[in-house]
C-alpha cells in the first residue's frame, strides 16, 4: 500500500538546526557518532523539518536547506496511518528503489514504498555528477553485477528477513563503494512510529521470542546495524522527545532538541514564527491592538516550543474564531488545547452527529475521500442524506484537512491520538476505532466481487478489528470462524488474492493472523510460496493449518498464549505492564478472571511506568465488567498513579456511571485528589456527568473544595455551561459566592462561558435567582457584565442588567461594558448598553473614548450608533489620535467613510505631526489611501515634525502598491525631511534596494538630492559600504560619481575612509578622479593609508592615485599611514614607489622630502589631520533607522564649522596657523559635559574637526579625539 502523500506547508524559521546538522555532517569522517537525532514533542516541528530537507523552499532564507538537500541519499517517513510504511522491509526496498533513480533528484520523485525497478537507467548528462549521483551511479553498476545483491532483494527474502537484506543489498555494497567527496547523509522520519492506532499484537509470545534476532520495526533495524554504515553516510532520525527505547537505541547519537525551551535558538524560533504569521497575514494583523499585544507573549510562554499549538490558536485567530484576548483561558498543553477546541467547536449533540464520520476516519487503512467516507457512514445510518453529511463535515473543517488528492485526514496525528485516549478527551469526546473499522469492513462487503487483491486483505485487516470486541455468547461460533464465514459471505475473489502480483501482497506474509484468515476463506498461494514457506519456517503449520479449528482449543490455551514458555504472569513488557495490565487494557474481563483463578501469584497491585495499576487501566477505559473482577479479587480501590489520579478520579473525568457506582459500593475515597486537588466531583462537573456528580455528592463528596487554583466544582461545571450539575451542587450547598485565585466566582465564569454550550444563560439565570453577587469584581476589577460585554453575550447582558447590574462600572484600567462591546465589535451588545443608558464619555487610562477603540476594532454599525449618540469624532488621545487616525492605521475603510461623513478633518495631526493619510500610507492600506486622496482630497505632501510624507512612510515600509498609487497623484518624490534628506536618500542610506530601484525608474527621483552638509545617496551608500545601492545609483540612476559635499569630498572619500574596497574600485571603473582633494587637501589615498585599508590603498594605485601628494600640512600618505602604525601599507606605498622610481630613467636615489623613507622616527610627530580625514561618525550605522539620524550633525561627513577648518598638529611639529583654540577652555567644556550625570539628548562639542557625541544609552568620545585628547596637557584638578 503506498504510503500518505507528506503535505509540506509554509516553513519558518531552524536556522541554527539546519546549521548543526550540517556541522555534524562535516565532522563525519572524524568523529565515531555515526547519526543524529532530532527531537521534539508532538507538534513541535519534526516532520515538517524533514519535509524542508526533502522538499527544501524556495528563496534565499532556505539555502541552508537546498544545500543539504543536495547530499541527501535517501529518505523515508514513517506515518502511523500506514501500515507499509512502518514495515522494514518496506523500509529497505524504499531505499535500494531510491538511489536506483536516475538524476540528482530522483529522491524527491519516488514514493517511500516504491517497488524496486526491474531495471535502471542511466544519467547521460554530461553535467558533473553529484556525490550523491556518484554513489547512485555506483550502486546501481554493482547492483547489475553482483547476483548476491539481487538474491538479498527477493521479496521473500525481504520479508523473512529484512537484516540480512539491509546488511547484503544495501550496507556491504556502500562500504566497498569508494568515499564520495562529501559526506551523504540518510533521513528517517518518525523513527518510534510502531503500530496503527489500535493494531492488535500478532504471534504469540513464543513465536516472538523465536525472532528475536529479526528486527520488528525500523528503529530496531537501524539500531542493530548503523555501525556498518560508511564512514562518509551520516545517518539523521527523528523521534518524540519522550520516547525512551529509541533514546537507547541510539544513546551514541548526537540530539538537537526542537522545543527545548532553555535555548535561546529556540526561544527565537517561537519569537520569529509568531512575527512571520503576522508580518505574512493581513487577517491576522487586524487583531492586534495595544490592550491584545501582550496576549501573543503569554501565547509564546503556553506554547512551550509546540509548533503545532501556535499553528492551531493563530489560525484560529485569523479566520476569527478565537479571539486573542482569550489566549489567557487557553490551556498550555497540547491535549489542554485540544480540549477546549472541541469544547468551542461541538456541542454534545453536534459531537455525536461528526463522530462516525470520526471513527471511519481514525480506522482507515488507506486515503479515504469524501465519496467513500459517505458510503462508509451509510452502513451505519442508513437514514443519513448527503445534504446532512456535508452539514456534519462541514462541521469538522477545523479539524479535518484535505491533500491535494483529495483525501481527508485529521490535522495532525498527536489529535488522532488524543481522540482516543479517554484520560485526555474525556468520555465526551471518545471516538472508537473499533465502529470505524466495522464501517469499513461494512463497505468493502458491499462491494465484494469489485475488490482487488490490496482491498480484500484491507477487508481482512478491518474485520479482524472489528469482529475481535463483537460479543459472541449468543451464537456457537468463535471469533475466527465468524471473520472466515464473513470473508466467504462478501463474495470477494479471495482464491486469487494471494497470487496477485500487488505490492500489498508482500505484507501478509508479516501478519500471521490476516495470512491465516486469508488463507482459511480460499486464498490459494502459488507452489513456489508453498515451499518457501515449509522450507524456511514463515508461517508455522501451527498457525496456518486449516485442519485445527479454534474451537477445539481448550479454555486455557488463550492464557498459556499470553504467559509463553516463563508462565510468569507478573512478568512485565518495556512499558512495565504485566498480563492482567494487558488483559484490563483491552477489557477482556472473562480471561483476566481466568487468569487470576489459575495464577493465585498474580500481583494486583503491580504498577506500569505511569504508576497504574490493571485497575486503574480498567477504571479508565470502563471496562465495568474487568472493575468488578478485580475489585473481587481484593485490587486496592484508592491507588494513585503518577499524576495522581485513582480509578474513581479517571471514571469521574471519562463518565463511567457504572464504574464509579461499583467503586463506591467498594467503599473508594470520594475526596481522593490529584496533584492539582482535583477531586472526582470536580472532574465530574467539568464533563458534565450528571448522573456521577449526583451519586458523589449522595456518598459525602465536599461540595466546597478547592483546586490549586482555587476554584470549585461550581466553578467549574459554570464555566463549561452545564446548569443541571450548577443545580444540583447548589442544592448540596455549595457556595455561590466563592472566589478563585483569580477573583472570579461562578458568575463571572459563567459570563465568561463558551457559547458552543448553549447553556450559559441558564447557568446565569439559575445563578441570579439564587443570590449571586451581581456586581462582584475579580482581581482586574472587572464585574460579570464586564466580562460578557467582551465576549459579546448578549442575553448574559441583558439578564445581568435586569438583576441591576451596575452599566457604568470602571476595571483597573478604565474600560466600562460598553468600552469592553465597542473594542470587541458586538454591535448588539452596545445597542443594548446604549438602551440602558450607560455613559457614553467616559476616557480610558489613554485618553482613549468608546469612538476611538471602536474606529480601531472597525466595526462600522457601532461606530455609527456611537456617532449617533453624539461622540466627538474630533477627539484627541494621549498621543494625538483621533478616531480617524485609529481606522486608517487599522485599514477600516467604512468607518473612515463615517468619520468624515461625521466631520472629522483629514488633516488633522497626532503629536507627531502625522495625519490619517500618513498613517494608512504606513501600514500599506492602498485602497484606503486611493479613497482619502480621490473623495476627500487628503493632503498628499503633508509632513510630519520629523519632515516625513505619507511617500516616505510606505516606502520605507515596502509597500509598492502604496507608494504607486501616490505616485500616480503626484506625490513629491523629492519631499525632503528635517535634515534635507530625500527618500531616495533615505533608502540609499538604509540599503533598500528593490524600493530605490522602483523609485528610479517610476518616478525618476532626483539622484543628484543633497542634504544638509551637500552629500548625495551615492556618497552615503558608498560610506555605509552598500556596493549594489552605488552600481544602482551610478548605472540606472546616473548619479555624478564626483559629486562633492560642503568640504569637498566625493564617495571616494567616503569610500576610502570606511575600507570598502570594492566600492572604491566601482567608483573608479566609472570614472571617479583618484586625486580630488577635499578643502584640507586630503586625497582618497591619503584617508585609505592614515585607516590601514590596504586593499583600498591598493585598488587607489592600480588606478593612477599619486602616493606623493601631499595635503595643506605637507603630509603624504606613507606618512599618515607609518603614523598610524600600519606597516604593510608603508611598505606596499614604498614598493609602489619604487616601482615608480624605475620606470623614470634619471630618477634613482633622490627624492623630494615629501617621500621621504619612514625607517626614522624623526618624522613621527607629525599628526594626520583628523579635520581632513573627518567622515561619517563610527555611530552612524546601516542598522539605525534614518530616525536615528535625525539632527544629528555626527553623521555628517564633514564638519563645516569655523571651529573644523583648522588642522589637528596638535605638538606643533608642523608650523600652522590655521585653526587656533583656546586649549584650556575647551578642554574644560568638554570634562564638563562628560561628567555631567544627566547626559543631553544630544550634545555635539566640535574640537579639532572632531565631534564628540552624548546620547541617552551611551558616551562615545571618537578613537581620534581620545588620541589628540592625550597628546594635551589637562589643567590641573583637584578630588
Known amino acids: 500500500m503506498a504510503a500518505p502523500v507528506i503535505e509540506k506547508k509554509r516553513f519558518f524559521c531552524r536556522e541554527w ?47 541552508h536547506q537546498r544545500s543539504l538537500n543536495r547530499r541527501l541519499l535517501a529518505r523515508h517517513f514513517c506515518q502511523a496511518r500506514s501500515e507499509a510504511s512502518l514495515s522494514p522491509a518496506q523500509f529497505v526496498r524504499s531505499l535500494v528503489a531510491q538511489l536506483l533513480q536516475p538524476g540528482s533528484d530522483g529522491i524527491h520523485r519516488v514514493s517511500s514504498s516504491s517497488p524496486i525497478p526491474g531495471s535502471t537507467t542511466t544519467n547521460a548528462t554530461t553535467v558533473p555528477l553529484s556525490s550523491r549521483e556518484m554513489v547512485a551511479e555506483a550502486y546501481a553498476e554493482k547492483l547489475r553485477t553482483d547476483p548476491e545483491i539481487q538474491a538479498a532483494l527477493q521479496p521473500d527474502v525481504l520479508d523473512r528477513d529484512p537484516d540480512d537484506a539491509l546488511k547484503k543489498a544495501l550496507l556491504f555494497p556502500l562500504l566497498e563503494l569508494e568515499p564520495p567527496k562529501c559526506c551523504l547523509f540518510l533521513l528517517v ?51 518524540r522527545r519522550q520516547s525512551k527505547p529509541i533514546s537507547r537505541m541510539f544513546s551514541g547519537f548526537r540530539k538537537i532538541p526542537l522545543d527545548d525551551l532553555r535555548k535561546s535558538l529556540v526561544v527565537r524560533d517561537i519569537q520569529q514564527y509568531i512575527l512571520a504569521r503576522l508580518d505574512q497575514e493581513d487577517a491576522l494583523r487586524q487583531h492586534i491592538s495595544r490592550d491584545t499585544a501582550e496576549m501573543l507573549n503569554q501565547l509564546h510562554i503556553k506554547s512551550n516550543g509546540c509548533f503545532l499549538y501556535l499553528e492551531k490558536v493563530l489560525d484560529g485567530v485569523a479566520e476569527n474564531f478565537i479571539v486573542l484576548r482569550e489566549v489567557r483561558e487557553i490551556p498550555g498543553t497540547l491535549n489542554g488545547l485540544y480540549l477546549w477546541l472541541c469544547q468551542r467547536l461541538f456541542s454534545r449533540k453536534q459531537f455525536a452527529k461528526v463522530q462516525p464520520l470520526l471513527n471511519v476516519i481514525l480506522a482507515a487503512k488507506l486515503p479515504i475521500t469524501q465519496e467513500i467516507l459517505f458510503k462508509c457512514v451509510k452502513t451505519a445510518c442508513p437514514n443519513i442524506t448527503i445534504d446532512d453529511f456535508n452539514r456534519r463535515l462541514h462541521l469538522l473543517r477545523r479539524v479535518i484537512s484535505v491533500s491535494r488528492a483529495g483525501a481527508l485526514m485529521l490535522f495532525h496525528h498527536s489529535f488522532a491520538e488524543w481522540l482516543l485516549d479517554v484520560k485526555h478527551c474525556t468520555q465526551k469526546y471518545l471516538c472508537s476505532a473499533v465502529e470505524g473499522h466495522a464501517m469499513l469492513a461494512a463497505y468493502y462487503t458491499l462491494r465484494g466481487p469489485e475488490l482487488n487483491a490490496d482491498e480484500i486483505c484491507v477487508l481482512g485487516q478491518h474485520l479482524q478489528r472489528a469482529i475481535t470486541s463483537v460479543a459472541t455468547t449468543n451464537c456457537n461460533l468463535d471469533v475466527h470462524t465468524l471473520q472466515v464465514l464473513w470473508m466467504i459471505g462478501s463474495g470477494a475473489p479471495i482464491e486469487d488474492c494471494y497470487l496477485d502480483s500487488s505490492e500489498c501482497i508482500l505484507w501478509p506474509r508479516q501478519e500471521v493472523k490476516l495470512l491465516k484468515l486469508l488463507i482459511d476463506a480460499g486464498a490459494k498461494p502459488s507452489e513456489k ?67 487470576l483463578a489459575t495464577c493465585p501469584q498474580a500481583k494486583l497491585e503491580a504498577t506500569d511506568r505511569h504508576g497504574q495499576t490493571p485497575l486503574n487501566l480498567a477504571a479508565r477505559h470502563g471496562y465495568a465488567d474487568v472493575v468488578r473482577v478485580l475489585l473481587a479479587a481484593g485490587a486496592c480501590a484508592d491507588h494513585a498513579d503518577c499524576d495522581g489520579w485513582t480509578a474513581l478520579r479517571a471514571a469521574a473525568w471519562g463518565g463511567h456511571t457504572q464504574v464509579v457506582e461499583m467503586l463506591l459500593e467498594h467503599g473508594a475515597m470520594v475526596d481522593c485528589a490529584d496533584w492539582d486537588q482535583r477531586t472526582a466531583l470536580r472532574a465530574a462537573a467539568w464533563g458534565g456527568h450528571e448522573d456521577i456528580v449526583k451519586a458523589l455528592l449522595q456518598h459525602g463528596a465536599d461540595v466546597n473544595r478547592t483546586d490549586d487554583e482555587g476554584r470549585t466544582a461550581l466553578i467549574a461545571a459554570a464555566y463549561m455551561g452545564h446548569s443541571e450539575i450548577v443545580e444540583h451542587l447548589l442544592d448540596f450547598g455549595a457556595e455561590i459566592n466563592h472566589a478563585d485565585n483569580d477573583g472570579r466566582t461562578a458568575l463571572s465564569v459563567a459570563a465568561l462561558c463558551v457559547p458552543s454550550n448553549h447553556g450559559y444563560a441558564k447557568v446565569v439565570t439559575i445563578l441570579l435567582e439564587r443570590g449571586a453577587a451581581v456586581d462582584h469584581q475579580d482581581k482586574d476589577g472587572m464585574t460579570p457584565l464586564l466580562v460578557a460585554a467582551f465576549e459579546g453575550h448578549r442575553d448574559v447582558c441583558e439578564l445581568l442588567l435586569e438583576y441591576e447590574a451596575d452599566v457604568d462600572h470602571c476595571d483597573a484600567t478604565g474600560r466600562t461594558p460598553l468600552w469592553a462591546a465597542a473594542s470587541m465589535g458586538h454591535g448588539t451588545v452596545v445597542a443594548l448598553l446604549l438602551f440602558w443608558g450607560c455613559y457614553v464619555d467616559s476616557i480610558d487610562n489613554e485618553g482613549r473614548t468608546v469612538l476611538s477603540v471602536a474606529a480601531a476594532q472597525g466595526g462600522t454599525d457601532v461606530v455609527k450608533q456611537l456617532l449617533d449618540r453624539g461622540l466627538d469624532e474630533q477627539h484627541r488621545d494621549n498621543s494625538g489620535w483621533t478616531p480617524l487616525h485609529y481606522a486608517a492605521f487599522e485599514g477600516h475603510i467604512d468607518v473612515c467613510e463615517a468619520l468624515l461623513e461625521a466631520g472629522a478633518k483629514i488633516d488633522e495631526t497626532d503629536n507627531d505631526g502625522k495625519g490619517a493619510l500618513m498613517l494608512a500610507a ?3 492600506h492602498a485602497a484606503l489611501v486611493e479613497r482619502l486622496l480621490e473623495q476627500h482630497s487628503a493632503p498628499i505632501d503633508q509632513h510630519a515634525h520629523d519632515g516625513k510624507t505619507a511617500l516616505r512612510l510606505a516606502a520605507l515600509e515596502g509597500h509598492y502598491d502604496t507608494v504607486r498609487v501616490l505616485l500616480a497623484h503626484n506625490a513629491d518624490v523629492n519631499a525632503k525631511d528635517a535634515d534635507g534628506r530625500s527618500t531616495l536618500y533615505i533608502l540609499a542610506l538604509e540599503n533598500r534596494l528593490a524600493m ?57 572619500h567616503s569610500a576610502a575612509w570606511q575600507g570598502h574596497a570594492a566600492i572604491v574600485r566601482l567608483l573608479l571603473e566609472h570614472g571617479a578622479t583618484p586625486d580630488h582633494t577635499c578643502n584640507q587637501g586630503a586625497t582618497a589615498l591619503g584617508i585609505a593609508a592614515q585607516e590601514g585599508h590596504e586593499h583600498c590603498v591598493r585598488a587607489l594605485l592600480n588606478h593612477g592615485a599619486d602616493p606623493s601628494h601631499s595635503d595643506h600640512c605637507g603630509r603624504n600618505a606613507i606618512k599618515v599611514a607609518a603614523k598610524s602604525g600600519h606597516d604593510t601599507v ?27 623613507s619612514v625607517t626614522s622616527n624623526s618624522t613621527a610627530e607629525t599628526k594626520p589631520s583628523s579635520a581632513i ?11 539605525e533607522s534614518p530616525d536615528s539620524t535625525k539632527r544629528r550633525s555626527c553623521v555628517s561627513l564633514g564638519n563645516n564649522s569655523s571651529n573644523s577648518k583648522s588642522s589637528s598638529n596638535l605638538t606643533g611639529s608642523t608650523k600652522s596657523d590655521q585653526g587656533k583654540f583656546n586649549q584650556n577652555s575647551m578642554v574644560n567644556q568638554v570634562i564638563k559635559v562628560l561628567s555631567s550625570e544627566t547626559p543631553q539628548q544630544d550634545t555635539g562639542i566640535r574640537y579639532c574637526g572632531w565631534r564628540i557625541v552624548i546620547t541617552k544609552k551611551r558616551k562615545s568620545i571618537n578613537k581620534f579625539f581620545s588620541f589628540y585628547l592625550s597628546k594635551i596637557k589637562l589643567p590641573h584638578m583637584k578630588k
Open 17 to 63: 538546526a539546519f546549521t548543526k546538522l550540517s556541522h555534524c555532517l562535516e565532522q563525519r569522517p572524524a568523529s565515531k557518532t555515526c547519526g543524529v537525532l532530532v527531537v521534539g514533542g508532538p507538534g513541535s516541528g519534526k516532520t515538517a523539518f524533514s519535509a524542508e530537507l526533502a522538499w527544501p523552499s524556495a528563496g534565499a532564507n532556505a539555502r
Open 189 to 239: 522520519d518518525s523513527i518510534d512510529e510502531g503500530q496503527t492506532l489500535d493494531v492488535p499484537q500478532t504471534g504469540t509470545r513464543d513465536s516472538r521470542r523465536e525472532n528475536d534476532n529479526v528486527s520488528r520495526t525500523i528503529a530496531e533495524l537501524l539500531a542493530n546495524h548503523h555501525h556498518l554504515f560508511p564512514q562518509w553516510l551520516l545517518l539523521v532520525c527523528t523521534a
Open 529 to 595: 510460496t508453498v515451499e518457501d514457506d515449509a522450507s524456511k519456517d514463515a508461517v508455522s503449520s501451527s498457525q496456518v493449518s486449516q485442519d485445527v479449528s479454534p474451537m477445539d482449543e481448550s479454555p486455557s490455551e488463550p492464557l498459556t498464549e499470553l504467559l509463553g514458555e516463563s508462565g510468569d504472569i507478573n512478568q512485565a513488557d518495556s512499558c512495565g505492564r504485566t498480563v492482567l495490565h494487558t488483559l484490563a487494557a483491552d477489557g477482556n474481563a472473562s480471561l483476566l478472571e481466568l487468569a
Open 922 to 924: 504606513q501600514e500599506g
Open 996 to 1052: 530605490a530601484r522602483f523609485l528610479l525608474e517610476h518616478a525618476r527621483a532626483d539622484v543628484e538630492s543633497r542634504d544638509s552638509e551637500g552629500r548625495t545617496p551615492l556618497h552615503v551608500s558608498a560610506w555605509q559600504g552598500h556596493v549594489e545601492m552605488v552600481a544602482l545609483l551610478l548605472t540606472e540612476g546616473g548619479a555624478s560619481v564626483n559629486a562633492c559635499d560642503n568640504e569637498n569630498r566625493t564617495p571616494l
Open 1130 to 1156: 608603508v611598505r606596499l606605498l614604498e614598493e609602489h614607489s619604487a616601482n615608480q622610481r624605475s620606470l623614470r630613467p634619471g630618477i634613482n636615489g633622490g627624492g623630494s622630502s615629501s617621500a621621504t
Open 1173 to 1183: 580625514l573627518n567622515p561619517l561618525s563610527t555611530q552612524y550605522s546601516p542598522a
